[in-house]
């Protein structure tokens, strides 16, 4: 494994001092002396990074702590994107739904866990009940396994930031967690009344999750948040504006009157206008499967782009990933606006030397021409 030793950020602080600068510039819709490069890069790859099993990094609060340490530090030492600090959290993988409803957790071998859908009726949907998180053993478990984690870092002797809070997917991704999507999207053009009978349920849930969080914590309620729906971009505009806008509006209402983030993974082009316009998203992670010129041309000079890199491109070497790298900063650059880097997480197969690639290129070939003002 590579070195567990905590980074120590007086060792990058001048590299880190400008990569703030240039975020703040490209956020204000400025162009900074290049583009910054932010690459979302997690547990999963990690553990492919350093050798450990995935399934014994989520199990073990030890193998956590060393994994995140030297992903983290090759991050700083390898990697060198514009990343301004770091910090340490439990890692419960994409179970959150399936702790909150009291869903069976499948753990196998391998790979990240997750929990079995439980409702595969309209019938489940209607009795469906809305679990409190002070009274979900699964949430309760979570909060406790949190406080153990934060107790190992103690015991360690690293002065690092310990993260671990809870929180749901908004409606339409939970319910998809939770029930069979083919079940979900099959009323939404069926039977919308059921869905949002359903989905209010859903958006009751994400409330309490947030609350709860922070009256445990002490903590007031967050004025600026970001959502992760991937399954936003599996509906079409009409029916998104009728079943799932009004329940995201909801929740940036309550919580992001002062910032408003978004991460969708899906082809999101026919959606981007409405999120800039109507949503006014500050700042979204594009994924992938959409196309950044759609997202420059309906968002640009509102909300700040970041990502659209799609892991695909990154499996092999530098030759095959160039010209995804290019058409990225070559439409997502000009006006600032943009922070280069893969579309949502950096997944388990992508080739680290290649990342590194991407980004020393990219740090070479996405500086901006400051003589024009």
Not at 266 to 273: E, K, R, V
Request: glycine residues 10%.
């Amino acid at each position: 494994m590579l070195s567990p030793e905590p980074v120590n950020l007086e060792d990058y602080r001048e590299r880190i001092e400008a990569s703030q600068e240039r975020l703040a510039e490209t956020r204000r819709f400025q162009e900074p002396d290049r583009v910054p490069i932010s690459i979302s890069v997690g547990g999963s790859f990690f553990c492919t990074l350093v050798g450990v099993d995935i399934a014994d990094y989520y199990q073990d609060l030890d193998l956590q702590i060393d994994v995140q340490l030297a992903g983290q530090r090759w991050c700083f030492e390898e990697l060198q994107d514009d990343r301004t600090g770091y910090s340490l959290h439990l890692d419960g993988g994409p179970i959150a739904e399936g702790l909150l409803f009291g869903l069976e957790i499948v753990r196998p071998g391998g790979t990240s866990p997750w929990a079995v859908r439980g409702l595969h009726t309209a019938e489940d949907l209607e009795r469906l009940e809305v679990p409190d998180p002070a009274r979900s053993p699964g949430v309760q478990e979570h909060y406790e396994l949190v406080e153990q984690f934060r107790h190992r870092v103690q015991q360690r002797g690293l002065d690092v930031p310990v993260g671990g809070g809870f929180g749901i997917h908004p409606p339409l991704s939970c319910a998809t967690a939770i029930a069979e999507p083919d079940l979900v999207y099959e009323l939404m053009l069926e039977r919308p009344d059921a869905i949002q009978r359903f989905f209010d349920k859903l958006l009751a849930a994400f409330m309490a999750c947030v609350e709860y969080g922070c009256a445990r914590n002490g903590a007031a309620l967050p004025r600026s948040i970001g959502l992760a729906d991937d399954n936003s971009a599996m509906v079409s505009l009409d029916t998104w504006r009728k079943l799932v806008l009004p329940y995201d509006l909801a929740i940036y209402e309550r919580f992001g009157q002062e910032g408003r983030g978004l991460h969708m993974d899906g082809p999101a082009d026919h959606l981007f206008a409405d999120l800039a316009d109507v949503v006014r998203l500050d700042e979204m992670d594009i994924g992938g499967f959409s196309d950044i010129a759609a997202a420059k041309a309906a968002m640009a000079g509102k909300t700040v782009i970041c990502g659209n890199l799609n892991c695909k491109d990154l499996y092999y070497d530098m030759g095959a990933a160039k010209p995804a790298v290019d058409r990225c900063l070559r439409i997502g650059m000009p006006g600032g606006g943009f922070i280069f880097g893969v579309g949502g997480e950096t997944y388990a197969g992508v080739n680290p030397k290649t990342l590194c690639q991407v980004v020393a290129y990219a740090k070479e070939a996405g500086r901006y021409d400051r003589r024009a003002g």
